[in-house]
């Protein structure tokens, strides 16, 4: 079993910076591929990044390539979310989610383990 916990969402002006963390426990954290998810209310889940259980191999959703950056610190089991130059359709509820394999995947339904989400809100 695998605990995830997010932290550091908030309100913030467009065009500014929010970085978000998802601390782990349980299960081997070196071994687990992670992923950031958002759902915006009323839309779907969205993909929003995902890192290889090393850190070595990253993927991100277009509408975020450039702008957010992810990274992991597997000696404190965390992974990170750094959300540059943030947009009004920025805005919506980020999860982080940790799939039993090393390797990414973009879909949510190949990650087992989720966190609760914490609330982003950029203002125009």
């Known amino acids: 079993q695998v605990q995830l916990v997010e932290s550091g969402g908030g309100l913030v002006q467009a065009g500014g910076s929010l970085r978000l963390s998802c601390a782990a426990s349980?299960?081997?954290?070196?071994?687990?591929?992670m992923g950031w998810f958002r759902q915006a209310p009323g839309k779907e889940r969205e993909f929003v990044a995902a890192i290889s259980a090393s850190g070595g191999s990253k993927h991100y959703a277009d509408s975020v390539k450039g702008r957010f950056t992810m990274s992991r610190d597997n000696a404190i089991n965390t992974v990170y979310l750094q959300m540059n130059s943030l947009k009004p359709e920025d805005t919506a509820v980020y999860s982080c989610?940790?799939?039993?394999?090393?390797?990414?995947?973009?879909?949510?339904?190949?990650?087992?383990?989720w966190g609760q989400g914490t609330q982003v809100t950029v203002s125009s």
């Open positions: 989610a940790a799939r039993r394999s090393v390797v990414i995947a973009t879909d949510p339904k190949n990650y087992a383990y």
């Open positions: 349980g299960r081997t954290f070196s071994s687990l591929a």
